[in-house]
């Protein structure tokens, strides 16, 4: 167990709705970065969190935004959801600094229709 | 071309062989170098990191050529619980780039 922990698990939307995906990062871990990974890709880095400001993107569009909290919690959100965006989207938390090792929770499996 | 690249396999390996893959970068001011294991459906998880004198961990070996922008993993003696998606990590100013993944079976 890594300490971090995503919700939901799976979850299924339909073309051109909006979805909210959360993330409750390890203990002391200031750091949250997402990434979407498609089927037999590797995970594709969506944008980086830290302190509340987002410090770092990835090549997703302004459809793709988030949020973290002061308990250094986070959320996606995607809107006007397109059927390339199913996907296994990953959080992971670390402390801030080069070289630190990322935890990862298991993932939210998202399915648009 | 890509930032991170790896051949993706699959690698079909009988028990007890070596297996080595590798990866190249392209980004010259990477900064750490990571190999992380990924099992089916679950979330990847730190298998070592990559230092430029090169480092070992039981039966891994992982090793970093700056120059080439080359990183390499040799497993040994391969186990049955090995099979699973190598992943290459590298990062740049904390942002972590991740390659495609290896697939490894190893094969009773």
């Known amino acids: 167990e890594t300490g971090v922990t995503q919700s939901p698990t799976h979850l299924i939307k339909t073309r051109g709705q909006q979805v909210t995906l959360r993330c409750s990062s390890q203990?002391?871990?200031?750091?949250v970065s997402w990434y979407q990974q498609a089927l037999g890709q590797g995970p594709q880095f969506i944008f980086q969190?830290?302190?509340?400001?987002?410090?770092g993107r990835g090549n997703f569009p302004p459809r793709f935004s988030g949020l973290q909290f002061p308990n250094y919690s986070s959320e996606l959100n995607v809107n006007a959801l397109e059927l390339d965006d199913s996907a296994l989207y990953l959080c992971?938390?670390?402390?801030?600094?080069?070289?630190?090792?990322?935890?990862f929770g298991q993932g939210t499996r998202l399915t648009v229709v | 071309r890509k930032e991170v690249e790896q051949d993706p396999g699959p690698f079909n390996v009988p028990e007890g062989a070596t297996v080595a893959f590798n990866c190249t970068y392209s980004?010259?001011?990477?900064?750490?170098f990571f190999w992380y294991r990924q099992d089916c459906r679950k979330e990847p998880k730190l298998l070592m990191s990559?230092?430029?004198s090169g480092n070992e961990d039981g039966r891994f070996t992982a090793q970093l050529n700056r120059a080439s922008q080359y990183i390499s993993l040799l497993i040994r003696d391969s186990k049955l619980s090995d099979s699973a998606t190598y992943l290459c990590?590298?990062?740049?100013?904390?942002?972590?780039?991740f390659g495609t993944g290896t697939r490894l079976t190893i094969i009773p």
């Open positions: 992971a938390s670390r402390p801030i600094g080069e070289g630190t090792e990322a935890f």
């Open positions: 203990s002391g871990h200031n750091t």
């Open positions: 969190y830290y302190r509340e400001e987002e410090n």
């Open positions: 980004n010259s001011a990477s900064q750490s």
């Open positions: 990559v230092y430029s």
């Open positions: 990590v590298v990062t740049a100013h904390e942002k972590l780039t």
